[in-house]
């Protein structure tokens, strides 16, 4: 599972939805290293 930080979410949002509805691997959202949520 692929993991990203909250800063980089936000600034590549349609990136990353685009890729998990793609290929419908999840993605762990990270907030100051710590799991915060799946996308």
């Known amino acids: ?13 349609s ?7 793609a290929d ?3 993605i762990e959202i990270t907030d100051r290293g710590r799991p915060v949520a799946r996308l």
Not at 1 to 13: K, T
Not at 15 to 21: F, S
């Open 15 to 21: 990136r990353y939805l685009a890729q998990v509805a």
């Open 24 to 26: 419908h691997q999840p």
């Open 1 to 13: 599972m692929e993991r990203i930080g909250v800063r980089e979410l936000r600034q590549n949002a």
